[in-house]
C-alpha cells in the first residue's frame, strides 16, 4: 500500500506502534542535535 502524504488517519490504515531502541530511552533534539534523554542528563 502507498504512503499517503495526510495527517489524517484513514480505517484501513494500521497504527503502527512507536518504536524504542532496546533500552526504551527517549530522544531528545537540543540545538538542532538528536541524543538520548540519558545522555542529555548527564
Not at 512507536?18 to 548527564?42: C, K, L
Request: proline share 7%; glycine share 2%; net charge negative.
Amino acid at each position: 500500500m502507498e504512503e499517503r502524504d495526510t495527517p489524517y488517519t484513514f480505517r484501513d490504515e494500521v497504527a503502527q506502534p512507536p518504536t524504542y531502541d532496546r533500552e526504551e530511552r527517549e530522544v531528545v533534539i537540543v540545538d538542532g542535535e538528536a541524543m538520548t534523554y540519558r545522555s542529555y542528563r548527564r
